[in-house]
């Protein structure tokens, strides 16, 4: 089995591999490999893709890496290769990102990624550090994790999805916050996983054990 977490310059990639190779070793799901080749991905029994800093930048950076979100898509939606999102590459699976100027996202989940506007003015953006997980909806990957639960955030736009059914987990911030989404063989995390301690490191052995 092989997970391919998905390098396109867009972060530092150094906790979230080292949390993925741990993890892949305690559940058994072989091998993690960083890389930015489209025939790695294609190869791939699973995918994650990270991203740090802004929507617009970080959709850029992908496209200039000739055939790696093609490759990306193919495996995911046509070969239906499990897929992990996490931060900005949980919001390029939306629609659209409406971060300084409309981006076009993968529209793989319906909806679009906005600004956060805490209805408490003393609440600080970007939202940053631990909050609460509030489940939505049951799912493989938040096996064992129940709300209440800690998960570690930076972000200061948030994922509006049209489909309630999308939204598997949120946090309170002055107002709702989408955490998790995910449908079919897809999911994504607005938080750090890889930063998120007891919790990240179990959602990443569910994705890793995860047969959808």
Known sequence: ??????????????SAEKAMSRMATETGAGRVLVSS???DVARAD????PGDG????????????????EAIEEAVTERGRPFLGICIGMQMMATRGMEYTETGGFGWIAGEVV???????????????WNDLIIDHPHPVL????????????????FRVADPAHRLAHCDY??????????????????HPEKSQATGLRLIANFLKWRP
């Open 1 to 14: 089995m092989l997970t391919v977490l998905v390098d396109y310059d867009s972060g530092n990639l150094h």
């Open 37 to 39: 080749k489209p025939e």
């Open 46 to 49: 699973r995918i994650v893709l």
């Open 54 to 69: 802004a929507f617009p930048s970080c959709r850029a950076a992908l496209d200039r890496f000739t055939g790696l979100f």
């Open 115 to 129: 600004k956060i506007a805490p209805e408490d003015a003393a609440l600080k953006v970007p939202h940053m550090g």
């Open 143 to 158: 096996d064992g994790i129940e709300s209440g639960k800690h998960a570690y955030f930076v972000h200061s736009y948030h």
């Open 174 to 191: 002055g107002g709702d916050i989408t955490a998790i989404v995910g449908r079919d063989n897809m999911v994504g995390v607005q938080f």
